[in-house]
């Protein structure tokens, strides 16, 4: 999960290592613990419609890039409130926050087509759209697409602020589906935009986003943070988490002085701390003071022999333009 900074000409050999299969890589989807399904457990819905991207013109899209606050929800710099900061040798802290931004940030739930289930993050973009990573709703190693997806705002503690804003996921526009052998395209495609079927973003407000040149983001350090719903986090034994109860995986991990290390072949390497859940988070920055997500966590590269991570991966953000300028 930590990774230890790493000299640019050892991550240069890393990705070519990866690229050529000598190195894994993981995505970072993660398995629904059963303490969910309580919760979660709603009327049947039909599956998602699935369009690719070159596709998407004719869906009539709306979003600006341009982050939005409810007039009636506070804003909070940090994910917790103040008489509850939680310091420890982890970076990541819980994110346990109802105020705006962290209200835009979400748990994705999902069933595949032989049953299974999983969880990814997702984050408000608009009134009725949320972000997150192509492999969060189709099966990277099957191909096949996911038959129910769910989108749990502001998930603290295995708890949504109503139950009544749980949405089901209606249409799905993906950059990817993975038929392809190409890594390299399918990790740049590794996007999935999520038409829910409630306006949550009215009620919980949504991000922005920037499409900076990764020169910039590099250029940048320690100055972007990340949320995630990792599936390792939080550890309920450590002193201080145990109010936590609902489990790891149920609780959104905040870690703050992220830097965007790299980028390789149209790829961003970064150095956010993440692990299974975690994919399709946001890596947020500020601008004039206003939150924008600056790329998309997704997967990491890792040590075969000892599956320890090595650095992670990120898919840049300027899709969302080319996406939006097609409607």
């Known amino acids: 999960m930590t990774k230890k900074p790493i000299y640019k000409q050892t991550l240069a050999l890393f990705f070519a290592l990866f690229i050529a299969g000598m190195l894994g890589f993981t995505t970072l989807g993660g398995w629904v613990s059963v303490q969910a399904k309580e919760q979660t457990q709603t009327s049947e819905s039909k599956p998602p419609k699935f369009t690719k991207f070159e596709d998407a013109n004719q869906l009539q899209?709306?979003?600006?890039?341009?982050?939005?606050?409810?007039?009636?929800?506070?804003?909070?710099?940090?994910?917790?409130?103040?008489?509850?900061?939680?310091?420890?040798?982890?970076?990541?802290?819980p994110m346990i926050s109802r105020e705006y931004p962290w209200s835009t940030i979400g748990r994705v739930q999902g069933t595949?087509?032989?049953?299974?289930?999983?969880?990814?993050?997702g984050t408000l973009i608009y009134e009725n759209l949320v972000l997150t990573n192509s492999h969060c709703v189709i099966d990277p190693k099957t191909q096949q697409l996911s038959k129910k997806i769910l989108f749990l705002p502001n998930l603290i503690n295995g708890v949504v602020p109503s139950?009544?804003?749980?949405?089901f996921v209606e249409q799905v526009i993906y950059g990817t589906d993975f038929t392809t052998n190409d890594r390299i395209k399918n990790q740049i495609n590794d996007w999935a935009v999520m038409k829910i079927n409630k306006p949550l973003g009215r009620k919980y407000g949504y991000l922005g986003w920037d499409s900076l040149p990764s020169s910039t983001l590099i250029k940048n350090k320690k100055k972007f943070f990340f949320v995630g719903y990792s599936g390792d986090f939080p550890n309920?034994?450590?002193?201080?988490?145990?109010?936590?109860s609902a489990g790891r995986g149920m609780t959104a991990s905040f870690q703050e002085g992220c830097s965007i290390v790299q980028e390789q072949q149209?790829?961003?390497?970064?150095?956010?701390?993440?692990?299974?859940?975690?994919?399709g988070g946001p890596i947020i920055g500020l601008v004039g003071g206003e939150p924008y997500i600056m790329a998309l966590n997704n997967a990491e590269i890792t040590d075969a022999a000892t599956n320890r991570g090595i650095i992670n991966l990120a898919v840049k953000i300027d899709f969302l333009d080319r996406l939006f300028a097609k409607n």
Do not use: M
């Open 61 to 93: 899209l709306s979003g600006d890039g341009k982050p939005f606050k409810p007039s009636g929800l506070n804003q909070s710099e940090k994910p917790y409130e103040k008489d509850r900061a939680i310091i420890d040798w982890d970076d990541r802290i």
């Open 112 to 121: 595949t087509s032989d049953a299974r289930s999983y969880h990814c993050t």
């Open 163 to 167: 139950k009544n804003d749980i949405a």
């Open 236 to 244: 309920t034994e450590k002193k201080g988490y145990e109010f936590l």
């Open 266 to 279: 149209e790829v961003l390497l970064h150095d956010c701390d993440t692990k299974g859940g975690s994919s």
